[in-house]
């Protein structure tokens, strides 16, 4: 069984971002792998220690993409792949679903996972655009896999609660938290992952037509409207004042 597992750079949610013009000031900031691509990268690894096969991480970015690669292999993932794109737009799902479904289909993989969403965009778009692109199922939030052949049972997270499908291979899954506990890089692994290959793919290989989205400008969140306090002797008072404002000031009644 080949399992593609698609690992993201992020920056760290403790960084200090800095907005520049059109994109974050990259300066003094802490890159990781999105936390719910580990629980893909561990899901892999465990199907192939359970019916056998090779985990491959792909990562689409800059250079330091690469770093997140590392952090797969010493993981235990079997190889990994870098599409290469400098300019990368992180808003631009349906080029990035572009690039990694022509990749993985020239791979002729079995299973796709990918976390379920991203810590910087939260899009949760780039694994459903895969499974449509390719015409395999997409099994959403999964919190459990298991495999009999070609025959997948998977157990996944709705509102309120959770539902077993049934499906079959080839197809793409998102993994939530709880499908399994992401192992922890052994010092051996880390050693060994600085010498492992990392194959480079450019979006040109890819037979990708081009990012059709253009950042104009970046600008933080404007500051809050500071609140008001209201001052009144009784609960009526209070509650005839906040009709008040609700009404003439906000004027959403």
């Given amino acids: 069984m080949k399992i593609v597992v698609l690992v993201k750079q992020v920056p760290d949610t403790e960084t200090n971002i800095k907005v520049g013009d059109k994109s974050i000031n990259e300066a003094g900031v802490k890159w990781i792998i999105s936390p719910y691509d580990e629980f893909a990268i561990e899901e892999g690894i465990r199907i192939r220690e359970k019916s056998g096969g090779e985990v491959i991480a ?10 997140a690669l590392r952090t797969a292999y010493a993981m235990g993932v079997d190889r990994a792949i870098h599409v290469k794109v400098d300019d990368y737009v992180t808003f631009d799902s349906t080029y990035t679903s572009e690039l990694l479904a022509n990749l993985i289909k020239a791979e002729n993989a079995d299973v796709v996972i990918g976390g379920r969403q991203s810590i910087d965009t939260d899009s949760s778009q780039v694994v459903v655009q895969i499974a449509e692109r390719l ?3 997409h099994v959403a939030m999964a ?19 959770t539902e077993v499908v049934e499906t079959s291979a080839p197809l793409a899954v998102t993994a939530q938290k709880g499908l399994n506990e992401p192992r ?3 010092l051996k692994g880390i050693m060994s992952a600085k010498k492992k290959p990392v194959d480079v793919k450019k979006p040109e290989e890819l037979g990708a037509t081009g990012s ?3 950042v104009v400008s970046l600008e933080p969140p404007p500051p809050r409207i500071a ?3 209201l001052e009144a002797a009784d609960a009526q008072g209070f509650a005839s004042q906040l009709v008040k404002a609700l009404r003439e000031e906000a004027k959403v009644i």
């Fill in 184 to 186: 922890y890089p052994s």
């Fill in 143 to 161: 919190l459990k896999l298991e495999f009999d052949g070609n025959k997948v049972t998977a157990t996944r997270e709705i509102e309120g609660g």
């Fill in 58 to 67: 792909v990562s689409l970015g800059p250079d330091r993409a690469v770093e």
């Fill in 135 to 137: 015409n395999v199922p």
């Fill in 212 to 214: 059709k989205l253009e």
């Fill in 227 to 229: 609140g008001r306090k």
